[in-house]
């Protein structure tokens, strides 16, 4: 679980904050994601670091967005943290160190559920630079990713470890599919700028 607002030195995109009711918010979502993608290069590669663990309903959103995004099998980004092989506090170190030895300056997108405020529950932000994992819950966790994306599960101050656990897994399923179907869906667009008709996903 990651910090709501995390410190952004020079940050040239603003922050995206949204509720997941409002209409068209995958538009909105999906539109946001691309200017971040202008920063990527054709040809690097974008990693998707779903942090999380499925032992906790309000943490379990990174792992069902990782889950989902998986499920499409595409070879136009790569994903880490599922249900099945959650990233997490314990591995999260090891992760990161194996993608970069892995891939060569990768576009690190990380995704993870945080607390906030009670008005800001159940919305989903995009924000420009990494996610600080664990640093609600008051945890040292290495930072991650270019950009990030995380949905406002509960709301946060006091007793977090209690407030994830009895988060309502229907607001988290939805913030999920709206992450995941977002994420892929702007990654396949912004896919079509650089590659051949002939090898575009359809």
């Known amino acids: 679980m990651s910090q709501i607002q995390p410190s952004l030195p020079s940050q040239e995109i603003p922050y995206l904050k949204i509720a997941h009711t409002e209409p068209g918010i995958k ?14 290069c054709p040809g690097q590669e974008i990693v998707i670091v779903c ?30 943290g599922t249900l099945e092989e959650p990233v997490h506090a314990m591995n999260l170190k090891d992760t990161l160190q194996h993608i970069n030895e892995k891939f060569n300056l990768p576009f690190i997108i990380g995704i993870d559920a945080c607390l906030g405020q009670t008005s800001s529950v159940g919305s989903i ?39 994830l656990q009895n988060t309502r897994l229907s607001l988290v399923m939805r913030l999920s599919e709206i992450i995941a179907n977002s994420v892929y869906a702007a990654i396949k667009e912004w896919n079509r700028s650089f590659i051949p008709l002939g090898q575009r996903e359809q």
């Open 125 to 163: 932000q995009v924000v420009q630079g990494p996610l600080r994992p664990g640093a609600g819950v008051n945890k040292e966790l290495p930072p991650v990713g270019d950009i990030h994306v995380t949905g406002i599960v509960n709301v946060g101050g006091f007793m977090e470890y209690f407030v």
């Open 27 to 40: 538009s909105v979502i999906i539109h946001r994601l691309l200017l971040h993608f202008a920063k990527v």
């Open 51 to 80: 942090i999380g663990t499925d032992r906790s309903t309000g943490d379990c959103l990174g792992p069902l967005v990782g889950t989902s995004l998986s499920k499409w099998n595409s070879k136009h980004f790569h994903v880490y």
